[in-house]
């Protein structure tokens, strides 16, 4: 079975400082890896997927198969970035198979 | 908005009442999946269908749950005898379904049973 683990609920930082948002997974194949982000009343939006190797709003994202990782980092967080991020996992890297298993996410928060 | 459109946008109901929530996918996408969201929790995913076909089904989905998409485009998410538990935001998503296909999400329904 696979599992996304995103080990905090909230990053408050300010503004123009660092961001490192922490995703970890489990499963036993070779899945896919995307960033979901969700601002405020607005609907759940994909943001990146490490197939991609994008850089989308400054953000990026490496997967570390050896330390089932796929951090979210951006140098310089902005106040358009405060929102509620989620880390999904598909089991298959083909895409044949999109059904996704998200972590419980994390509140980014960045202040002026 | 021609992206994936959900309705209702929130339904109150008794415990022990029937609901029943529609998705339309975005028009050419013959994938579409249901997530459930509680608080605090990301979305869950309860069941996916390829074109009319459903395909997969959680062990969420309890036998009061049915979902269906009768002519491929579609899906209704049916909760008979609802309970307070089933409060949540449901979700629809739809895709491509090929490879290296993207989901877009809805707005989602709100459920609350009082």
């Known amino acids: 079975a696979q599992r996304v683990t995103q080990p905090e609920k909230l990053l408050s930082v300010f503004k123009g400082a660092p961001v490192e948002l922490k995703c970890n997974y489990s499963y036993s194949g070779s899945p896919e890896l995307f960033w979901y982000v969700q601002y405020s009343r607005q609907r759940l939006q994909l943001l990146l997927r490490h197939i991609s190797r994008e850089s989308i709003k400054g953000f990026t994202a490496d997967l570390n198969k050896g330390e089932t990782s796929f951090h979210l980092k951006k140098p310089f967080a902005q106040e358009e970035d405060s929102a509620m991020y989620y880390c999904a996992l598909s089991p298959s890297s083909t895409g044949a198979n999109s059904k996704l298993t998200f972590g419980k996410g994390i509140t980014l928060s960045v202040r002026p | 908005d021609t992206g994936v459109s959900q309705n209702p946008r929130h339904k109150i109901t008794k415990r022990g009442q029937n609901v029943t929530f529609r998705c339309d996918p975005i028009?050419?996408?013959?994938?579409l999946y249901w997530y459930r969201q509680t608080l605090g929790q990301g979305p869950e995913f309860l069941t996916y269908?390829?074109?009319?076909?459903?395909?997969?089904k959680s062990r969420l989905l309890s036998d009061r749950f049915s979902a269906e998409r009768p002519k491929g485009s579609f899906s209704t998410l049916e909760i008979q005898r609802t309970e307070q538990g089933d409060s949540a935001m449901y979700l629809c998503?739809?895709?491509?379904?090929?490879?290296?296909?993207?989901?877009?999400f809805g707005q989602g329904t709100r459920l609350t049973v009082v």
């Open positions: 028009s050419e996408h013959n994938r």
């Open positions: 269908f390829q074109n009319e076909a459903q395909l997969e």
């Open positions: 998503a739809s895709s491509l379904g090929r490879i290296n296909t993207e989901a877009f």
